[in-house]
Nanobody, 121 residues
Framework: QVQLVESGGGLVQPGGSLRLSCVASGSIFSIVVMGWYRQAPGEERELVADIITGGSTNYADSVKGRFTISRDSANNAVNLEMNSLKPEDTAVYYC???????????????WGQGTQVTVSS
């Protein structure tokens, strides 16, 4: 089995910062992409940022210049540094990974349970 465990959510004031972390564990051969989605109440889940093996990154326009995603490949981990947070960043943030469990196997998506981020004064 594969597990993704997030940490680092919480309550922060507008303009503040938070750092989210996610570690993937279990039977993993290789990770192709790791990243973060978020879902606000009544909204669809949306991509926040992702990073592929090799380091290329992709960000939602709404977070460019404020959020930074990074990989710790040795530990199958991904981090999201969130600065200048706004109330509209309030959501449940989900970690995901596209990975292979064996060399000749398919690439499948796995998700974490989510961590709440609330930006409010």
């Amino acid at each position: 089995q594969v597990q993704l465990v997030e940490s680092g959510g919480g309550l922060v004031q507008p303009g503040g910062s938070l750092r989210l972390s996610c570690v993937a564990s279990g039977s993993i051969f290789s990770i192709v992409v790791m990243g973060w989605y978020r879902q606000a109440p009544g909204e669809e889940r949306e991509l926040v940022a992702d990073i592929i093996t090799g380091g290329s990154t992709n960000y939602a326009d709404s977070v460019k210049g404020r959020f930074t995603i990074s990989r710790d490949s040795a530990n199958n981990a991904v981090n999201l540094e969130m600065n200048s947070l706004k109330p509209e960043d309030t959501a449940v943030y989900y970690c995901y990974a596209h990975l292979k469990r064996r060399s000749a196997g398919p690439t499948n998506a796995y998700w974490g349970q989510g961590t709440q981020v609330t930006v409010s004064s």
